[in-house]
C-alpha cells in the first residue's frame, strides 16, 4: 500500500510573494512571529478561530529552521523567544503545512518578503492550511489540465480581465456588468470542458481560500489591495501554465469582493460547496440563456482579440514542446522510478500536461525509501502518480546516480539496472 504525501509549494504572489530577498537574521524571526501572530489575533472572527499556531521558518541552502514552539523529538532547541535546529534530510522544505514531530505545522521558506503585508499574508496562507482540516476542508491537490489547452486559456483570461475590471470599478453597475461577464467566461469554459467545474472548484477550495484568507489577515488597503490583484493577474499570465495556479487569484478576488458585502460569507462554505454558484447567487448574477452568443460579443470588451492570437501562437510552441517531451521520457529509452512511500515537492507555475501520458515537472525533488531525487530538467510523472520518468543516468558516484539536469542520492538496498531489450533503467532491490 503506498502512502503518498503531496507537498505543493505554495505560490504566494506579487508584490513581495516571488522575489523574496530579504536576508533572515536570528534578530528578524520573533520579529515574524510576533506580525502573524498579531494579525491573527486580530482577524480571529474571519474563521471563528485563531489561526496562528506552530510555524517553522526554514532557510532551503542550510536547513536550518526557527520555530515558534518546541517540537517532541527535542530537535528544535531554544534560542531566546524562539527555538532553533536543523531540518533533516528526509523533510522537504516548501511552503506548505506538514505533521512533523507530534504536531502539524505551517512550514515557510526563507528569506520572507520585504512587505510586510505580503509577509504577513504568506504566513497566514500556510497557517490556513495548518488548521485547514480542523475547519473541514479536505487538502487535496487537483490538476485542471483543460488550463492547458487554448480555449481552456483564453477563457481563464478572459474571466481575469474582467475581474480586474470588477476591481476597478467605479460604480455598482459596472461592477455587477464586469462580475456577470467574468462568470459568463468560466460557465462557457466549464461547458467546453465538461466535469471542469468540479476540478476546478476542488483547487479553488483548497489553494483559493487560503490565498483568500492570507490576503484579508494581510491587511492591504482598498487601494493596495486593487492593485496588488491587477498586477498580480498581469504577472499571473507570465506563468508557463495555469493548470495548478489560477486559484490564487479567481476565488481571492472574488472571495475580497463578498468581503465587502458580507465578512462571514466564508464562514458559510463548507468542503462541499460550489464557490462558482456560491459566488452567483452573493452577487445576484443573472446568467445569459447563450453562453457563447454573450461570450462572442463581450470578449471584445476584455482584450478578447489580443487573447485569442497570443493563445493561438503559445499552442504551435507548445506542440512542439510536447513532442520533445514525448520523445524523452516515453519513446526513446528512460529511466522509471516506481513510488513506494513518496514525499514531493515542485513549483506548480511551470508544469505540462502530455496528454493521457502524464504530466512534465520541470523542476521537482522526491523522497521515497529508495533515496532522494533532484530534478532541475524535466521529470514525467504519470497521471496516477505512481511513478516518475527520467533522462538514463550517465555517471554513477558510489551511492549517487547523475544524468541530464537530475541527481539520485540511493539509500542502502537499492540499485538501478538496464534492461538490455529496451535500453530503459529500472530502479531495484537488492
Known sequence: MKTIIFLLVSILTTNGGFAQNQEASKDSIPIFFNEIKVAAKKNTSLWNNNLYGAILLVDPQTRQVFSNEPDTAGILKPEGDIYSGILPDNIIIANTAINWNGKRWAMIMLPLPQNKQARISL????????????????????????????????YLRLELEALKKAIQASSKRELQQCLTDAMTFRKYRNMLYPDTDTTENLLELNEGIAEFTG??????????????????????????????????????????????????????????????????????????????????????????????QEEATREEKIKKLVAEYK???????????????????????????????????????????????????????????????????????????????????????????????????????K
Not at 502530455?354 to 504519470?382: M, R
Request: net charge negative.
Open 123 to 154: 504566513l497566514a496562507h500556510e497557517s490556513f492550511h495548518r488548521v485547514q482540516p480542523m475547519l473541514g476542508f479536505a487538502i487535496r491537490d487537483i490538476v485542471n489540465n483543460h488550463l492547458d489547452d487554448k480555449d481552456g486559456r483564453i
Open 215 to 308: 490576503l484579508i489577515i494581510g491587511g492591504r488597503s482598498k487601494k493596495q489591495m486593487t492593485d496588488y490583484f491587477v498586477n498580480g493577474i498581469n504577472n499571473f499570465y507570465t506563468n508557463p501554465t495555469f493548470v495548478r495556479s489560477f486559484a490564487y487569484f479567481t476565488t481571492p478576488v472574488y472571495g475580497y469582493l463578498l468581503y465587502g458585502k458580507n465578512k462571514n460569507w466564508n464562514i458559510s462554505i463548507t468542503d462541499s460547496t460550489n464557490l462558482t454558484d456560491c459566488f452567483i447567487r452573493a452577487f445576484h448574477i443573472d446568467l445569459p440563456i447563450d453562453l457563447k452568443k454573450s461570450v462572442d460579443i463581450n470578449s471584445g470588451n476584455y482584450n478578447g482579440k489580443i487573447i485569442v
Open 327 to 429: 520523445y524523452k521520457f516515453i519513446e526513446s529509452p528512460h529511466f522509471e522510478l516506481q513510488f513506494e512511500k513518496m514525499n514531493i515537492s515542485f513549483d506548480p507555475r511551470n508544469i505540462m500536461p502530455i496528454e493521457d501520458k502524464g504530466t512534465v515537472y520541470p523542476n521537482i525533488k522526491v523522497i521515497d525509501l529508495w533515496g532522494i531525487l533532484t530534478i532541475d530538467n524535466g521529470a514525467l510523472l504519470s497521471p496516477d502518480w505512481d511513478k516518475i520518468s527520467i533522462s538514463n543516468p550517465v555517471e554513477t558516484e558510489g551511492k549517487k546516480v547523475i544524468g541530464d539536469g537530475w541527481t539520485l542520492e540511493l539509500t542502502d538496498g537499492y540499485i538501478i539496472e538496464k534492461e538490455m531489450q529496451t535500453g530503459n533503467y529500472k530502479l531495484n532491490k
